[in-house]
């Protein structure tokens, strides 16, 4: 099945600067690669993601690359902001086993804190 | 427009009883939602996939017979673990996706803070 690394598990940054996380899947067939961002004891919130069939995607301050041939991601934040401090994690998603419905794999998180 | 609704938010029970959790797709219908388990500190781990009108499909490690899913509507499904002890204790957030053209996106629940003392 799929499986996904995500690195690193913590990173501090000065306000204003940019910060990256990398993850890789192991699942070729994998097509759908989700970003969340969850605060304490509350739900994953998708903050950006990406289909297979396009290398980049950008969002005001956050993109996201893919490289298909090597199966990594990364998630970039520019200018990043105090709130933008919460966990945040990866996801790949392979074909699930009923009517189509695709499941996600999660990688391990990365706890980002972002430095007044 | 794409809720996903949760109950209870939090629950705690005594060790040996059982607890149901319902998640309910408020605004559309899903054929398909998931149920995750997240411990402190670490990842969303998938559970099982919750299929309406016929039996849940579990993931490699997950029991059946403890954690009891049913997938009553194209809006509700429950999760119901039985005979639940403190290590059940954890964070279940359900999540369905609603079919939109052109993703895969799926909408999380709030989670239900479960505690077995």
């Known amino acids: 099945g799929e499986n996904v690394e995500q690195h690193p598990s913590t990173l501090s940054v000065q306000e204003g600067d940019s910060a990256v996380i990398k993850c890789t899947y192991s699942d070729s067939a994998s097509n759908y690669f989700p970003w969340y961002k969850q605060e304490l004891g509350k739900r994953p919130q998708l903050i950006i993601d990406i289909r297979s069939n396009v290398g980049e995607k950008k969002d005001q301050r956050i993109a996201v690359t893919l490289n298909k041939t090597a199966k990594h991601f990364s998630l970039h934040i520019t200018e990043t902001q105090p709130e933008d401090s919460a966990v945040y994690f990866c996801a790949a998603s392979s074909a699930g086993t009923f009517q189509g419905a695709q499941k996600l794999v999660f990688g391990q998180g990365t706890r980002l804190t972002i430095n007044p | ?117």
């Not at chain 2, 939090?10 to 605004?27: A, H, W, Y």
């Not at chain 2, 609603?98 to 239900?112: I, M, R, S, V």
Request: aromatic share 10%.
């Open chain 2, 1 to 117: 427009g794409a809720v996903v609704s949760q109950h209870p938010s939090r629950v705690i029970c005594k060790s040996g009883t059982s607890v149901k959790i319902e998640c309910r797709s408020l605004d559309f219908q899903a054929t398909t939602m998931f149920w995750y388990r997240q411990f402190p500190k670490q990842s969303l781990m998938l559970m099982a996939t919750s299929n309406e009108g016929s039996k849940a499909t579990y993931e490699q490690g997950v029991e059946k017979d403890k954690f009891l899913i049913n997938h009553a509507s194209l809006t509700l499904s429950t999760l119901t673990v039985t005979s639940a002890h403190p290590e059940d204790s954890s964070f279940y957030i359900c999540s369905a996706d609603p079919g939109l053209a052109g993703t895969n996106e799926q909408f999380f629940g709030p989670g239900t803070r479960l505690t077995v003392l």
